[in-house]
């Protein structure tokens, strides 16, 4: 800790008061000891932890005020400090902290069931603020659990979380906990690596849940850092999984219906997400919108942020509006913040997303209204009169320049070409012609987002509203592509039918189209004979001619499929021009 102190801040770093957490933390938890605990004299904090990856991604989460710090901060430190995470932390399994540290009057050791006792019991009080249980007290979850004809199953990864599942599970009536299962949750299990590579709650590292749950059941997990939530449900023989952008909507429509019945002290209502994520929950909002401001109440809703929980508490300065801690605790506000990667939290809580919090809201929502998380947002659609399908996929990114170039330095050329597509009027007339040649004619393009990778807000008849987006992974070569469309509920399955195109159409855009103007075509030189002709075309391959011509019947199916009647030569066309760009 001295030395860390040092290494960073000088002498000035003899003088802070350093908080050392004597076991292994999650990161809320660390997020909400920072801002509700010393009086706010922890204004700073410091996570080691390999978040939801392998634990040879083990690296420092700075901690500022009880978010994130700032990308200028954290990337200096990286880059300044690499040496002092290298000479002084090496992994052995747990980390013990020095005799000298520990001896040194700068330095208070606090046990880890100190903080998870207070941190739980006040993770109660959301339950409540959302309206899952009337009371903050362990007897009214457990008295949910009792009530509920199915059992809840919780896999923590054998992550930092553990001590806290523990606790929270041990202070449920012994009928409660009978129907609470935790998986790889042995006291004192984890060790620093967690589930060795598989360490991500995701639907496929879930096998321990699919073999005890059935269909009323319901299933959670948590990352090895405890801020990512995934819940899923048992659907025939497999599992089913419910994302936070539905979460996100099933938790924002419950509070809303409360508040329309009893606003209390309410005067503001915030919905922020970042502008990958779905439109459910803003549709929700939306519904909700015009009754509340007829009582007076401002309703604000955010959907364009960058990807990264840090955004919400220090939103771009290009929205002015928008420029404020929007998970602060602030009079007469409630606010939900969410990324359709599994984080979520609430105004006044912690500043970070919170694994255990979206856990325990979306169990108590299964509980409470006795019907399936799935059932309940097909519900929610019938009510808002909107059907929505939301759809991501990922693309490897193997041009030969990117792989000439190497893909980090490929990154600025694609935020320069989006850039450029957004506001220079030639190259957005182009961008938008290959869009619209990848994706249908019928979209009319209102609106490109340049915060964070490229969206283009989309619309067509029928009340037909959407997006697609594109965005490169920090932490691999490849892209992510998100299609999501929405329409009235009575379009159902034209809706699903087209967000699948969509995202098809995106995928091929990107590959065939985007990376060209980003990066530049790739000349292709043929070495030709001597004295040949050159204006003599190559031999035609039969097979790959057939290949050619199957590509482009299954091609003019789908279109005929998905918009109907059209004039043969006009569906042949397209479907060759969709072949050739996928084709390069």
Not at 329 to 340: D, I, M, Q, T
Not at 478 to 506: D, F, H, M
Not at 541 to 553: C, G, R, T
Request: a negative charge; aromatic letters at 10%.
């Amino acid at each position: 800790v001295d030395t860390l102190a040092r290494a960073i801040l000088g002498e000035a770093g003899t003088k802070l008061k350093v908080t050392v957490l004597a076991g292994y933390t999650t990161t809320p938890e660390l997020s909400w000891l920072i801002l509700h605990e010393g009086n706010h004299k922890n204004a700073w904090g410091l996570n080691v932890t390999s978040s939801h990856n392998p634990f040879w991604f083990t690296g420092f989460k700075p901690e500022y005020f009880g978010r994130l710090a700032p990308n200028s901060f954290t990337d200096a430190m990286a880059e300044e400090y690499q040496h002092v995470y290298q000479d002084t932390i090496e992994f052995n399994g747990a980390y013990e902290l020095a005799a000298e540290d520990a001896a040194a009057d700068f330095v208070t050791i606090i046990k880890r069931d100190q903080v998870v006792e207070k941190y739980s019991a006040q993770l109660l009080n959301r339950l409540v603020e959302i309206g899952i249980i009337a009371e903050p007290a362990y007897k009214a979850f457990s008295d949910l659990v009792e009530a509920y004809d199915g059992k809840l199953a919780l896999d923590v990864k054998w992550g930092a979380g553990i001590d806290f599942w523990n606790n929270f599970k041990a202070k449920l009536s012994p009928e409660a906990q009978e129907k609470f299962l935790i998986f790889n949750n042995t006291p004192g299990g984890s060790d620093g690596i967690f589930d060795t590579n598989k360490p991500e709650p995701a639907l496929a590292n879930l096998g321990n849940l699919k073999d005890v749950m059935e269909e009323k059941d319901c299933g959670l997990g948590t990352d090895p850092d405890g801020d990512r939530t995934t819940v899923v449900e048992k659907v025939g023989k497999g599992l089913e999984e419910i994302s936070m952008n539905e979460l996100a909507g099933l938790f924002v429509f419950e509070k809303l219906n409360a508040l329309l019945k009893d606003p209390k002290d309410i005067k503001e209502i915030v919905l922020a997400t970042t502008l990958v994520s779905s439109k459910f929950a803003g549709l929700i909002v939306e519904y909700f919108k015009p009754q509340f401001e007829a009582k007076g109440i401002k309703v604000k809703i955010y959907e364009n942020l960058p990807v990264g929980f840090k955004n919400f508490g220090e939103t771009p300065e290009t929205d002015k509006e928008a420029s404020q801690n929007l998970l602060a605790e602030k009079p007469g506000r409630f606010s939900l913040c969410f990324e359709e990667s599994g984080g979520m939290s609430l105004g006044g809580w912690v500043q970070e997303k919170d694994g255990a919090l979206g856990c325990l809201l979306a169990a108590g929502m299964r509980m409470k209204h006795e019907k399936s998380l799935l059932q309940q947002v097909e519900d929610i659609k019938k009510v808002i009169g909107r059907a929505l399908v939301y759809e991501k996929d990922k693309t490897g990114m193997d041009h030969p320049k990117i792989k000439e170039k190497g893909y980090n330095k490929c990154a600025p050329d694609f935020k320069a070409y989006f850039n450029k597509a957004k506001t220079d009027p030639a190259k957005n007339a182009e961008f938008i012609a290959g869009l619209q040649a990848f994706i249908g004619q019928e979209y009319k393009i209102s609106a490109l987002e340049t915060v964070d990778g490229l969206k283009i807000n989309l619309s067509a008849k029928d009340g037909l509203g959407g997006f697609i987006a594109f965005r490169l992974s920090g932490t691999e070569p490849i892209a992510r592509v998100y299609a999501n469309l929405w329409g009235p509920i009575a379009n159902s399955e034209e809706v699903k039918e087209r967000t699948v195109l969509l995202r098809q159409g995106g995928m091929r855009f990107f590959a065939g189209f985007i990376v060209e103007q980003a990066l530049g075509k790739i000349a292709v030189v043929q070495d030709t004979p001597a004295g040949a002709d050159k204006s003599v075309p190559k031999e035609i391959d039969v097979d790959e001619a057939k290949k050619f011509i199957q590509e482009v019947l299954k091609e003019a199916k789908e279109i005929e499929q998905v918009y109907g009647e059209r004039k043969p030569e006009d569906v042949r066309f397209e479907a060759i021009i969709r072949v050739l760009k996928r084709n390069h």
